[in-house]
Each structure stands twice: as C-alpha cells, then as structure tokens.
T-cell receptor, first 115, second 113 residues
Framework: DAGVIQSPRHEVTEMGQEVTLRCKPISGHDYLFWYRQTMMRGLELLIYFNNNVPIDDSGMPEDRFSAKMPNASFSTLKIQPSEPRDSAVYFC?????????????FGSGTQLSVL | DQQVKQNSPSLSVQEGRISILNCDYTNSMFDYFLWYKKYPAEGPTFLISISSIKDKNEDGRFTVFLNKSAKHLSLHIVPSQPGDSAVYFCAASRGGATNKLIFGTGTLLAVQP
C-alpha cells in the first residue's frame, strides 16, 4: 500500500501565480480531505469529498481557492492568484467508509511558499 | 474560532519520565476524540482515540483521559522515549456519517535523552 501520495513536495512561486497541488488517495477510500497547516491555526480543514463529490467546502478561505476530484484516484487543490499569506503546508488525507470513528491517513504534504 | 485548543506550543521531558499533553474543546457536541503524531516532513499519523462514552483508553505506553464536564482531554506517555519527540495534534469530531475532524494547533514534544 503506497499510502496517500501528494505532489509536489515543495512549491515556491511568486505572488499572483497559479498553484496546483495534487493528491492520490489510498485505493478504496471513499473520503478525501484537504487540510492546511499553519503555526497560528494548526491543521485547518479546507474541503472534503465523499465518493468524488464535494461535501463541505466551508473551510476554503476565499474564492481564490478551488478543489476538484474528477475521479476516485485523483484530486487537485488550486490557488489562483496566490498570495504570500497562502504559504503553509497543505495536506491531503483519505479515509474509508465514513463514521466518526474512522481515522484519517495523511500524505506527506506540500510545502508552499509564495514570495 | 478555535473549537479545539492546545495551549502549550511545546513541552520538554526527560527520557523515562511521563509526558502529559493537554487539549481543551468548546463544542459539547463533540463525541469522539483522537490524537495524531507528526514527525518533520511527514504527514500526521493516528496514535490513539477515545469515545465520549469512556473516560480512559490505553494502548501500551499511551493513555488518553477524557473529562467531559471540563471539556478536557489529555495524552499521557509513560515512559517517554526520544523517538516520541514529535508534534502531537488533538482532534475532535461529532457523531454521524461524517468523519470531519477538527484539529488543534499542536504541541511539540521534545524528549531529552
């Protein structure tokens, strides 16, 4: 089992540029989550999908952020245009059939730096 | 509004001693709580959990205690080992068909040899 795979591991870009983060969840997992980690706010849930359908995007900070899941094995998080305050570590996580007791399996994250 | 709070950003403990990490929550609807551990350059990994119907759950060196009246939980690690040095996140969720977890800000534990 390869686990949750995220790419790229590091992304450095200039303010105003478009950034696309990618995620491949664990095969068979029905839920996919995008989290952002910052010192001030810890791990914040941005959006999550169930069976490729967005369920809750209330954590998406602004219209500059968008996420898609075109199929069960791939998801993207896009920031356009990017700003320095978007600098953070972005994690993708997946989990099997839903329920409050299910734990999440995280990828290694993408370290985003917006200059 | 931070619904799950970890007020200690860092903690330093000697090897072999007990580490106690604390977490407070504000939403009384939370009924399931988890701890995750995160090493540098890696994603968080699940450590231990507890349901609100219990007040204690133990797994080897790790024990989680839940005090519902105080809306407080703690993670005890005994004895602490240098390999336990990591960031520990507390998380909470509400029951139902979703596993939307709300995380705290994390506590960096350093276990000194």
């Amino acid at each position: 089992d390869a686990g949750v795979i995220q790419s790229p591991r590091h992304e450095v870009t200039e303010m105003g540029q478009e950034v696309t983060l990618r995620c491949k969840p664990i095969s068979g997992h029905d839920y996919l989550f995008w989290y952002r980690q910052t010192m001030m706010r810890g791990l914040e849930l941005l959006i999550y999908f169930n069976n490729n359908v967005p369920i809750d995007d209330s954590g998406m900070p602004e219209d500059r952020f968008s996420a898609k899941m075109p199929n069960a094995s791939f998801s993207t998080l896009k920031i356009q245009p990017s700003e320095p305050r978007d600098s953070a570590v972005y994690f993708c996580a997946s989990s099997p059939v839903g329920g409050a007791s299910e734990k999440l399996f995280f990828g290694s994250g993408t370290q985003l730096s917006v200059l | 509004d931070q619904q799950v709070k970890q007020n200690s950003p860092s903690l330093s403990v000697q090897e072999g001693r007990i580490s106690i990490l604390n977490c407070d929550y504000t939403n009384s609807m939370f009924d399931y709580f988890l701890w995750y551990k995160k090493y540098p350059a890696e994603g968080p990994t699940f450590l231990i959990s507890i349901s609100s119907i219990k007040d204690k759950n133990e797994d080897g060196r790790f024990t989680v205690f839940l005090n519902k009246s105080a809306k407080h939980l703690s993670l005890h690690i005994v004895p602490s080992q240098p390999g336990d040095s990591a960031v520990y996140f507390c998380a909470a969720s509400r029951g139902g068909a979703t596993n939307k977890l709300i995380f705290g800000t994390g506590t960096l534990l350093a276990v000194q040899p």
